[in-house]
């Protein structure tokens, strides 16, 4: 398997404007997770699926970020408008199960960049 | 709730010598323990996990981390470091027997010097 897959790598835009994260997660994988990576708070889970249902959207920060799970093999998180306190690397992971015995599998993460 | 603490948020060390890696966890409740190795411009990877059994937990590339109970500890350890070992620590801390998500904690920066 190739492992899970983010796109794009890296994102620049500007403040205002719509940016939309891609992910596909490991086959066979039932949950999906999103994570943003800052220096000042760490790792946060912003939200989770499970089957592509959303259990948990309790760390999503604000109303301008939603994530949508259309498949099992696609999810997006979308930032509607952007601001430049936006600016992290966000991952993506899935894992078989949500047993806490289970690791997690993350993608390459998205650079995004907000001016 | 659980929650884990890394002591150090980062660590030089020349190559060839010996590293540790400190983690410690706050939890009322029975926990397992993972540290995850984030290289340079990728995603967090398993270096090993503690489920139950042998309190000493060998890892990928040489890793080991041994689970102290009384001491609320899981510090990981490496003999000898190679350049390569160069990148981002993280241990988390999960809630035993049942779905739970893994609690993160803020990350090791373990550099490795010529």
């Known amino acids: 398997d190739a492992g899970v897959i983010q796109s794009p790598r890296h994102e620049v835009t500007e403040m205002g404007q719509e940016v939309t994260l891609r992910c596909k997660p490991i086959?066979?994988?039932?949950?999906l997770f999103w994570y943003r990576q800052t220096m000042m708070r760490g790792l946060e889970l912003l939200i989770y699926?499970?089957?592509?249902?959303?259990?948990?959207d309790s760390g999503m920060p604000e109303d301008r970020f939603s994530a949508k799970m259309p498949n099992a093999s696609f999810s997006t998180l979308k930032i509607q408008p952007s601001e430049p306190r936006d600016s992290a690397v966000y991952f993506c992971a899935s894992s078989e199960g949500l047993q806490s015995s289970y690791e997690q599998y993350f993608g390459p993460g998205t650079r995004l960049t907000v001016t | 709730a659980q929650s884990v603490t890394q002591l150090d948020s980062q660590v030089p060390v020349f190559e060839e010598a010996p590293v540790e890696l400190r983690c410690n966890y706050s939890?009322?409740?029975?926990?397992?323990l993972f540290w995850y190795v984030q290289y340079p411009n990728q995603g967090l990877q398993l270096l090993l996990k503690y489920l139950s059994g042998s309190t000493l937990v060998k890892g990928i590339n040489g890793f080991e981390a041994e689970f102290n109970k009384s001491q609320t500890s899981f510090h990981l350890r490496k003999p000898s470091v190679h350049i390569s070992d160069t990148a981002e620590y993280f241990c988390?801390?999960?809630?035993?027997?049942?779905?739970?998500?893994?609690?993160f904690g803020r990350g090791t920066s373990l550099i490795v010097h010529p």
């Open positions: 699926f499970n089957n592509n249902v959303p259990i948990d």
């Open positions: 086959s066979g994988h039932d949950y």
């Open positions: 939890s009322s409740v029975s926990v397992y």
């Open positions: 988390a801390v999960s809630r035993s027997g049942g779905s739970y998500i893994p609690t």
